[in-house]
């Protein structure tokens, strides 16, 4: 089994641009889709990118997911920061048998 | 307007077992997979099972391995988790979660708290 790392916590001003990082710790990060989740206290998670890069509908384009294999990594990046985007955000990969979750991102928007 | 409402959450002491429930509506059930995702008070995100449309197959984390069964039953647009042998680290909120191609949670219930306590 593998493990995905998240940095504990992230925070930034409204209006700028912050990246949330999610390393894989073996095997590639291109061999299986990385989805991100978004979680406001006391709510259930919601997907704001899957496979990578897509956005559901209904997520704004301020969100963007991309890997980078040189890094084995994925990232979320969420640009034009406002407040209502302060939440938990969880990366989530999978093999062929197992799902597993990074430990999350608190990110705080100041 | 996909519905999923999970039920069967409560107190039970260690050792004890406990069934959870997941009403799904809004979409045809027995085309997707489902799965269990737990969250421990105050931590992160834990996938728990997967059961495969027709529920031939079948998966786990470590953890609950031969303690936990996730099942479903297509007819009733139900899914399951019956866990056994209960311990105090079961202890979280449940969530149950369409999978879409096994390995993305499109849409998510509101969960239900399992605590597990003497």
């Known amino acids: 089994n593998f493990m995905l790392t998240q940095p504990h916590s992230v925070s930034e001003s409204p209006g700028k641009t912050v990246t949330i990082s999610c390393t894989r710790s073996?095997?590639?990060?291109?061999?299986?889709?990385v989805q991100w989740y978004q979680q406001r206290p006391g709510s259930a998670p919601t997907t704001v990118i899957y496979?990578?890069?897509?956005?559901p509908s209904g997520v704004p384009d301020r969100f963007s997911g991309s890997i980078d294999s040189s890094s084995n990594s994925a990232s979320l990046t969420i640009s034009g920061l406002k407040t209502e985007d302060e939440a938990d955000y969880y990366c989530?990969?999978?093999?062929?048998?197992?799902?597993?979750f990074g430990g999350g991102t608190k990110l705080t928007v100041l | 307007e996909v519905q999923l409402v999970e039920s069967g959450g409560g107190l039970v002491q260690p050792g004890g077992s406990l069934r959870l429930s997941c009403a799904a509506s809004?979409?045809?059930?027995?085309?997707?997979?489902m799965s269990w995702v737990r969250q421990a008070p105050g931590k992160g995100l834990e996938w728990v099972a997967n059961?495969?449309?027709?529920?031939?197959?079948?998966y786990y984390v470590d953890s609950v391995k031969g303690r936990f069964t996730i099942s479903r039953d297509n007819a009733k647009n139900s899914l399951y988790l019956q866990m056994n042998s209960l311990r105090a680290e079961d202890t979280a909120v449940y969530y149950c979660?369409?999978?879409?191609?096994?390995?993305?949670?499109?849409?998510w219930g509101q969960g239900t708290l399992v605590t597990v306590s003497s």
């Open positions: 979660a369409r999978a879409v191609a096994y390995y993305y949670f499109d849409y």
């Open positions: 809004g979409f045809t059930f027995s085309s997707y997979w």
């Open positions: 059961i495969k449309q027709d529920g031939s197959e079948k």
């Open positions: 073996s095997g590639s990060i291109a061999s299986n889709y």
């Open positions: 496979e990578d890069n897509q956005r």
């Open positions: 989530q990969s999978y093999d062929s048998s197992t799902v597993v």
